[in-house]
């Protein structure tokens, strides 16, 4: 992957981490995004790259593509680009390669991880998921993930999207369930830090003997006494959430 | 809390961990266990203790007593132990002071964390919420604690319930979800690990800027293209289980 030119097209946060990383390893040379001040901002802070907030004028003779947008506006993106001999990659988790089928050599560079604004991330430690419309496409595309990190997996559509479903449960919804924690916490004046040597404990747990043999708690001991006590203090939808998970655990740890 | 005399009964995993981090700023005199053989492992493992299996037969002279067995033997436990002057605690989250009614110096010291036999633990990162029956006997209580940990709060018995549900949405039922997601990549071929990175940096945001700014994902952009898709792929009580806490994060995040 020695010099390979990159346009980016977006400018959020999985775009901005993405460009600042690449642009270590490759050239991004063109940044597009809809609001011209968001893609100026980004291209000034890589090292020779051009601002536009219009995709039919990126040159065509890059060797990445790299659409980084919402969801719903990947294929409308992808319909501007320039005719290209160039790979067009997304990065999106739910969207099938197929959206990408005005191109050639398509593929999709999927980073299983959150991005914010605010937060620095160590892109080395992200796990990357390759697709690519045919053997030497997603063997480029693999080039460019390993520039990035050294965790790179093939998936297909299928698989990625089975992957954004566990990403969702394991980071979207522990959130939700923190959120709440959280909540009670507060209510009887404790603050969110009494729950951090807990949740580093419950996580290293998990890793280490894998979270089925992590699971503890009033669920998998069946100790009704406990969980009645509990429901009975919780406002309704947590009561609903906690009857749920509770009779979840139980079924699978029979 | 010089050479304080305690006495531990129970010789699970809490007991254990709470008889060998006081092992080393006090002195623990006896264990009692009901399986003689669990007692004396323990008490082998600590500079200067007995073991026994009949907790009538304790020295009636300790400064502490601390019953760390399970919910529904602590009452039933407390009544065995000999008249004395000393202070008895449990160490549960939701059991309330007063099944320790028999006992005029009584409390509770709970660990705000999830103990395994297998893993170490580093006790002066624990959260200890403490009670106790009249002011004595609770700054008594606090400097056993303060050995132990430099996190030590207050909590009466319907607080303590509170953080121990806090606790079991924290932990519990984060592992669960995780054992979900697990389930979801082995059944696509990738390994647990790939979500380590993902779970770290969720974990840091919430603790960084709180879980309610944390949120991201499909549920709080009201994304129902892929809200749909992932309900459709899943199995029924996962669907129900992603259909509640969609719900529930959109409830919070209007």
Redesign the interface.
């Given at each position: 992957m020695e010099r390979g030119r990159i346009a980016i097209i977006g400018a959020g946060n999985v775009a901005t981490h993405l460009a600042r990383a690449l642009d270590r390893k490759a050239r991004v040379v063109q940044v597009c995004s809809r609001n011209i001040e968001h893609a100026a901002r980004l291209a000034s802070a890589l090292r020779d790259c051009k601002p536009t907030d219009d995709a039919s004028t990126l040159d065509a003779d890059c060797d990445y593509y790299i659409i980084s947008v919402c969801?719903?506006a990947i294929e409308p993106v992808s319909m501007t680009l320039p005719d290209t001999d160039g790979i067009v990659v997304h990065t999106s988790g739910?969207t099938p390669i197929d959206k990408l089928a005005r191109h050639q050599r398509r593929g999709v560079l999927y980073p299983?991880?959150?991005f914010?604004a605010?937060?620095e991330?160590d892109i080395q430690?992200?796990?990357f998921f390759i697709e690519g419309s045919d053997d030497g496409t997603r063997r480029k595309i693999k080039e460019l993930a390993q520039t990035l990190s050294p965790?790179v997996?093939e998936?297909d559509s299928e698989?990625r999207?089975?992957?954004?479903?566990?990403?969702?449960?394991?980071?979207?919804?522990?959130?939700?369930?923190?959120?709440?924690?959280?909540g009670?916490?507060h209510?009887?004046?404790?603050p969110?830090?009494?729950?951090?040597?807990?949740?580093?404990?419950?996580?290293?747990?998990?890793?280490?003997?894998?979270?089925?043999g992590?699971?503890?708690?009033?669920?998998?001991r069946r100790?009704m006494?406990?969980i009645n006590?509990?429901l009975s203090?919780?406002a309704s939808?947590q009561a609903?959430?906690?009857r749920?998970?509770t009779q979840?655990?139980m079924?699978?740890h029979k």
């Open positions: 969801d719903d739910s299983l991880q959150t914010s605010a937060a991330l430690r992200v796990p965790s997996y998936a698989q999207a089975a992957l954004h479903i566990a990403a969702v449960f394991a980071c979207n919804f522990t959130n939700h369930l923190l959120e709440i924690a959280v009670i916490l209510d009887n004046g404790y969110l830090t009494v729950l951090q040597p807990l949740l580093e404990v419950t996580l290293h747990k998990a890793m280490l003997i894998g979270p089925h992590a699971q503890t708690g009033p669920a998998v100790d006494g406990v006590r509990h203090a919780l939808r609903e959430i906690y749920l998970l979840s655990i079924e699978r």
